[in-house]
C-alpha cells in the first residue's frame, strides 16, 4: 500500500513539473511575442513622428502652450485676493485714556484704579481690561483702526470698497468709567465707519470732522500690485457698542470678492462714552473715576457732573 501510494505522488509530482515548465515556455515565448510587438509599434511610431515631424512637434508644442497658461490660472486662483493685517492703534494725544465698563466696580477694585500713577497710562490699560473695561475715545469716535492691505496676485488688485459687517449693538456700558482726559489734540485725516447709521460704508473724515456723505471708494480707488501695501485709518463712530468686522471689495482681473478684517480672528469691539441729555456731561455712571492730570485718579462718586 505504501509503495502504491508512494509511486502515485512521485506520478502527481513529475505532471505537476511537466505543467510549470510548459506555462514557463508558454509565457516566455508569450513575452517575447509580446516584446517583439511593442518593439514593432515604437518603430512605427518612430517612423510616423518621422515622416509628420512637424506636425507631431506642432502637437507637443500645443500641449505646453495650453497647459503652462492652464498652470498658472490654477496658481492665480488658489490664492487669496489680498493680504490683510488689521491692530486697533490709540493715540494718547488725540484720544485720551478712558475706559467704560458693563459691570459695577467693587470698592477694592477703585481703590486699585486710585492707587495708579496718572502717567502710567499702559498700567491703567492693563489694570482697566482686567476689569472688563473697553476702551473709548474722547475725540468723537470710538476706535481707531490701523489697516494694512497688501496686494496679493501678480495682476493688479483694484480695492472697490469698504465697509462694516457683521455689526450687532448693544447700548453703551454705564456702570462705571475711568477717564484719563485729553492731552493734546491734531488734525485727523482718515476714513470713518458709522455704526449706528447707513449702510456702514468707509467714508473720508473732512477737516472739520464730519464726514463726507459719498462712500469714500465711490470716487477713489486704489490699484495693488503683487506685493504693494496701502495703509488706511479707520475710526469706528458709534454711541452704543458694537461688535462688528471690516469687509474691503476687491477686483484682481475678472474675478471679485470680499475679503474680511477683524481683530486677531475676533470682532472688533467699539463702545461709546454716554453723556447727558445736553450733551456736556458725562454720566449718568454708578462709579466714575477721573485724572485730574496732576494727582492721579478722582472718585467722582455718581456720575462725572462738576
Not at 59 to 74: D, E, N, R, T
Not at 139 to 168: C, H, N, Q, Y
Not at 196 to 220: E, T
Request: charged share 25%; hydrophobic share 35%; net charge neutral.
Amino acid at each position: 500500500m505504501s509503495g502504491d501510494d508512494s509511486n502515485d505522488d512521485d506520478s502527481t509530482d513529475g505532471d505537476a513539473v511537466r505543467g510549470r515548465r510548459f506555462l514557463h515556455v508558454r509565457g516566455s515565448a508569450g513575452v517575447r511575442r509580446a516584446g517583439r510587438g511593442a518593439a514593432s509599434a515604437a518603430a512605427r511610431s518612430r517612423a510616423s513622428l518621422r515622416s509628420n515631424g512637424f506636425i507631431g512637434g506642432m502637437a507637443v508644442g500645443l500641449v505646453f502652450l495650453l497647459i503652462s497658461p492652464l498652470q498658472s490660472y490654477v496658481q492665480e486662483a488658489a490664492s487669496p485676493l489680498l493680504h490683510t493685517s488689521a491692530q486697533v492703534s490709540w493715540d494718547p494725544d488725540l484720544d485720551g485714556a478712558t475706559w467704560v465698563f458693563d459691570s459695577n466696580l467693587k470698592p477694592d477694585q477703585v481703590r486699585k484704579i486710585k492707587s495708579l500713577d496718572f502717567l502710567d497710562v499702559e498700567g491703567a490699560e492693563h489694570l482697566a481690561r482686567s476689569f472688563g473695561g473697553v476702551r473709548v475715545s474722547e475725540s468723537g469716535f470710538s476706535l481707531r483702526i490701523r489697516l494694512v492691505l497688501r496686494g496679493a496676485r501678480g495682476e493688479p488688485t483694484l480695492i472697490e470698497g469698504m465697509k462694516a459687517d457683521s455689526v450687532e449693538c448693544v447700548p453703551a456700558p454705564t456702570a462705571g468709567i475711568m477717564k484719563h482726559g485729553l492731552e493734546g489734540g491734531g488734525e485727523i485725516q482718515s476714513l470713518a465707519v458709522d455704526l449706528d447709521h447707513g449702510k456702514h460704508d468707509a467714508k473720508a473724515v473732512r477737516k472739520d470732522g464730519s464726514l463726507d456723505p459719498r462712500p469714500y471708494f465711490s470716487k477713489n480707488f486704489y490699484e495693488l500690485g503683487e506685493g504693494e501695501s496701502v495703509v488706511y485709518e479707520v475710526l469706528a463712530l458709534t454711541r452704543r457698542q458694537c461688535r462688528w468686522r471690516l469687509a474691503v471689495q476687491v477686483r484682481s482681473g475678472e474675478t471679485t470678492g470680499t475679503v474680511h478684517v477683524d481683530d486677531v480672528g475676533a470682532p472688533f469691539l467699539a463702545s461709546s462714552v454716554v453723556w447727558d441729555r445736553s450733551g456736556q456731561n458725562l454720566g449718568p455712571y454708578r462709579t466714575c473715576l477721573v485724572s485730574d492730570n496732576e494727582t492721579g485718579y478722582i472718585d467722582r462718586g455718581a456720575g462725572c457732573r462738576q
